[in-house]
Nanobody, 123 residues
Framework: QVQLVESGGGLVQAGGSLRLSCAAP????????VAWFRQTPGKEREFLAA?????YYADSVKGRFTISRDNAKNTVYLQMNSLKPEDTAVYYC???????????????????WGQGTQVTVSS
């Protein structure tokens, strides 16, 4: 079992930035594909970005969000810039030990999830 711990959410004004962190006390965390999703009430979880050896982004956040990882700290980050009110959601990180280029954007594929962190962008 892999426990993912998210942090970094909060309230920010439109145009501002936040950096989310996803940490896991797993020695081999660098081997996992880690992704960020977000969810608003009544909607399915939306894929944002994933990282393994390469990075992958949803079109909706490309150019504004950046996913990165620090393997020495077993942590994956999501840097979010130029935030908009429609970015308001609960943000989740997810991890998966295997790799599949056709499934990394599918929330159902991931075995491990964090507890979620609220991001609120005010207008």
């Amino acid at each position: 079992q892999v426990q993912l711990v998210e942090s970094g959410g909060g309230l920010v004004q439109a145009g501002g930035s936040l950096r989310l962190s996803c940490a896991a006390p797993v020695r081999t965390f660098s081997d996992y594909v880690v992704a960020w999703f977000r969810q608003t009430p009544g909607k399915e979880r939306e894929f944002l970005a994933a990282i393994r050896r390469n990075t992958y982004y949803a079109d909706s956040v490309k150019g504004r969000f950046t996913i990165s990882r620090d393997n020495a700290k077993n942590t994956v980050y999501l840097q979010m810039n130029s935030l908009k009110p429609e970015d308001t959601a609960v943000y989740y990180c997810a991890a998966e030990r295997t790799w599949d280029t056709s499934r990394y954007y599918n929330a159902n594929w991931y075995d491990y999830w964090g507890q979620g962190t609220q991001v609120t962008v005010s207008s």
